[in-house]
């Protein structure tokens, strides 16, 4: 039985007075599947959150392990160092250090990370201003660019490239070191040049069976071997059987990873029985992402993009679980602060 529309309003308005928390552990709990739904639960704070996850606290400054508790501040317990006398929380050098917003916040932001959903709908959920948002997204893809670097593809690992239009989206005229190389295009244009050119990017992509992907720009126009290497290197296992195009590059580059190599010719679709279906679905939806749902990326974060794609969209696993990851991930790992990176970070980030 579905309840009367002024019952639907009361729930509407019950939901938009309740708390970041509250709010949070609701939204988590709709997503959740039904069978743990009644288990599942947000973190009470930090504290918890850090105690549950990181069992051995260590100094952020000499890494040693004598340290005391040392009074609250700001809701987080504070520690001691023995040795060099620092005082720390636990949430140093993590995303969260320095951030004045509670886990309950992060929590919720991430949820909608994972529903994909615009920046402006995020912060007006999360009760933060736009800029905020834009940083938080952006953090926490730079932090998950950290996840990709230890993914080894091992199996039937599909390799292959696929090109994106430069973009300088995003508020160039503000910078004092950015100067716009050519005329702006309308969103979505075309390259002027036909085939590839140096308006594309190429990004080169590895997945295997499992759902395990890497992906990454590797450089300007058609990729050398170099430039595929610059992103493959260390992600494919000894004993993968490769299966690519026929770009010449990857002949080598399977020689040097120890692994088989099926190379699909020219024109054709298939070579002893593989394909490469699944890094051609890879990059079909990672384009419907970028291009289609959210009208084009900056060149300078679409690196960020793929990474979130790896995660949301390819990768196997129920929503909640792979939303406990990401922000597991997230909050623990040691990260750079967003503004202080966004200083060093290049238009068009290639890899080599
Ligand atoms: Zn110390």
Redesign the pocket.
């Known amino acids: 039985m579905a309840i009367t529309s002024s019952q639907f309003e009361i729930l509407r308005q019950l939901f938009s007075n309740a708390d970041a928390e509250q709010k949070a552990a609701f939204l988590e709990w709709l997503n959740a599947p039904a069978a743990s739904k009644a288990a599942k639960s947000v973190p009470a704070s930090f504290d918890a959150f850090f105690a549950e996850k990181r069992t051995v606290l260590v100094?952020p400054?000499?890494g040693?392990v004598h340290i005391f508790k040392n009074g609250h501040r700001n809701g987080r317990q504070r520690y001691n160092?023995k040795?060099?006398k620092?005082s720390f929380v636990a949430t140093n050098n993590t995303i969260l250090h320095q951030s004045k917003k509670d886990l309950a916040v992060w929590t919720l932001y991430i949820n909608c990370m994972m529903r994909k959903l615009p920046l402006r709908q995020t912060a007006k959920i999360c009760g933060i201003h736009l800029a905020t948002a834009f940083a938080w997204r952006h953090k926490i893809l730079d932090a998950l660019t950290n996840m990709m670097e230890g993914i080894k593809l091992d199996g039937v690992v599909e390799c292959d490239e696929t090109y994106q239009l430069v973009s300088f989206k995003g508020n160039h005229r503000n910078s004092r070191t950015f100067q716009m190389p050519r005329k702006a295009h309308k969103r979505g244009g075309t390259a002027e040049k036909r085939g590839l050119s140096q308006e594309q990017v190429c990004v080169t992509c590895g997945v295997n069976l499992g759902r395990q992907s890497v992906g990454r720009i590797s450089n300007l126009g058609k990729p050398s071997c170099k430039d595929l290497a610059s992103v493959l290197d260390g992600h494919v296992a000894e004993g993968a059987v490769m299966v690519t195009d026929a770009h010449r590059g990857y002949c080598k580059l399977a020689d040097a990873y120890r692994a088989s190599h099926i190379r699909i010719p020219r024109h054709r679709h298939t070579a002893q029985g593989f394909n490469i279906q699944l890094v051609n679905y890879y990059h079909s939806v990672l384009k419907g992402m970028i291009n289609i749902h959210f009208k084009g990326v900056a060149t300078k974060y679409l690196n960020n993009y793929v990474v979130w794609h790896n995660l949301v969209n390819f990768a196997h696993g129920p929503e909640g679980e792979k939303e406990m990851v990401m922000r597991d991930f997230v909050l623990t790992t040691k990260c750079l602060s967003f503004w202080k990176k966004n200083l060093v970070r290049p238009a068009i980030p290639v890899a080599a």
């Open positions: 100094c400054r000499c040693s160092c040795d060099c620092t």
